[in-house]
């Protein structure tokens, strides 16, 4: 396609414009199907400005991953952002967010991501560790952060206390939907819908095992 017949996207605007496509691309095709011919013809743009922005297909493919993060962490939140005047227990606020981050992670669109980057670590391991600092590292520190200011634990306790949090409620799931054992959850999570995506009861056995005052999950 020739620069002439082009949308008019240019600088950061054609860049983003390109990650959202190959995105798309990405997980509808997989990385090693996945062509920087096809990213630039469904993006509308020519090879030279596709090169221009991502030098080579692993270049695009971080591209993707930092954009997915971004997206991802920003949906996510911190564990302040579920405390509402309606629901105002801290211990209950730990419980909707460690079943958001399960819900999030069982997306259909998350467990292809994740199932890439996977496919990938050998080869790019610095794009795997990536994955991984996006999926369980931030979560478990704001998670850490969280029982640290509210429940005054020390910081390495706090944090301790996160990564048996997560292993107990998040890793079995996200392994038995990665291996095609759970149904994943075909529609972009919605958190209006999250007690019926994730069991939040078994989450708050967990998190009453850490806080033990920890009530019931409400509906």
């Known amino acids: 396609m020739e620069e002439a017949t082009m949308p008019a996207r240019r600088g950061e605007k054609l860049r983003e414009h390109i990650l959202w496509t190959a995105k798309d691309v990405f997980l509808e095709a997989g990385f ?10 469904r993006a509308e743009t020519s090879k030279r400005s596709l ?6 297909k692993d270049a695009l493919f971080a591209g993707v991953v930092s954009l997915v993060r971004e997206l991802y962490l920003d949906r996510l939140g911190s564990p302040e952002d579920y405390l ?15 079943g958001r981050l399960l819900q999030l992670l069982l997306w259909s669109s998350s467990l292809r991501t994740l199932r890439m980057g996977i496919a990938e670590a050998e080869r790019v391991p610095e794009i795997a560790s990536g994955f991984y600092e996006a999926v369980f590292e931030a979560p478990m520190a704001r998670i850490g952060a969280y029982a640290s200011r509210v429940w005054g634990l020390p910081q390495e306790e706090a944090r301790e206390a996160a990564e048996v949090l997560v292993g107990r409620t998040v890793y079995p799931e996200v392994v038995r ?29 967990s998190v009453r095992q850490l806080v033990p005052d920890t009530p019931a999950p409400r509906p």
Not at 32 to 41: F, G, I, K, L, P
Not at 51 to 56: E, I, L, N, R, V
Not at 181 to 189: Q, W
């Open 32 to 41: 090693e199907r996945t062509s920087m011919d096809v990213v630039a013809q």
């Open 51 to 56: 090169y221009a922005h991502f030098p080579s």
């Open 84 to 98: 509402t005047a309606e629901r105002a227990d801290p211990a209950d606020a730990l419980v909707r967010y460690c």
């Open 177 to 205: 939907g990665l291996l095609g054992v759970r149904e994943p959850i075909a529609e972009r999570p919605d958190e209006a819908a999250l007690a019926a995506d994730v069991d939040l009861g078994r989450i708050a056995a």
